[in-house]
């Protein structure tokens, strides 16, 4: 089996398990296989999904494509791969909103916003400005709340993807070893 080979779609029937996995092997793992194959090293691509994630998943709907864009221009991180996390953790975003505003809330003592996620989504395509007006503080407390999280969840996710992408690494590198050799052999 090749590892970079991208599996057929899932019949429209298939659990939404098998499809989650497929969109995750077409759609993220596909543009990193391609950067390992490219030449790039594990640390860095583990580096640049730790950041993409991180950004992925700030408390304010709107900015990660900027904030993914500049931060992988100011650490030299790879774009394609930055972005296609950035793109595909837009769920992870969503439910994450409420906890960064919950922690935001017990680090400043604020009082307790009473609103469900759908709430604030319905407040927000209603009235975008009104929204921010209203509910600034209470971001801007959110947002700081990620801010204190980002080192955290940055060294979290790049030394759980460190040994999983070097291992992805090897593992092409031996597939496209014996590919090599059988061609060799056969030719």
Request: glycine content about 6%.
């Amino acid at each position: 089996m090749d590892p970079t080979a991208v599996p057929p779609r899932a019949a429209g029937g298939a659990p939404l398990q098998a499809r989650l996995e497929e969109m995750a092997r077409s759609r993220v793992l596909g543009p990193i296989v391609e950067q390992l194959t490219q030449g790039l090293s594990a640390d860095t691509i583990a580096l640049t999904v730790a950041v993409g994630l991180c950004i992925a998943v700030i408390p304010i709907i709107g900015v990660t494509t900027a904030l993914s864009f500049l931060a992988a221009w100011a650490l030299r991180l790879n774009q394609p791969i930055i972005q296609t996390i950035n793109w595909t953790s837009y769920p992870l975003q969503l439910l994450m909103i409420v906890p960064f505003i919950r922690l935001g809330e017990r680090i400043f003592h604020a009082p307790r916003m009473s609103f469900s996620l759908d709430e604030l989504i319905a407040m927000a395509k209603s009235d975008p400005l009104g929204t921010l007006t209203a509910l600034g503080a209470t971001f801007g407390h959110a947002a700081l709340a990620w801010l204190l999280c980002a080192p955290i969840i940055v060294g979290t996710v790049y030394l759980a993807m460190r040994p999983v992408v070097k291992a992805l690494a090897e593992r092409l590198r031996t597939a496209r070893a014996a590919r090599d050799e059988k061609r060799i052999s056969s030719g």
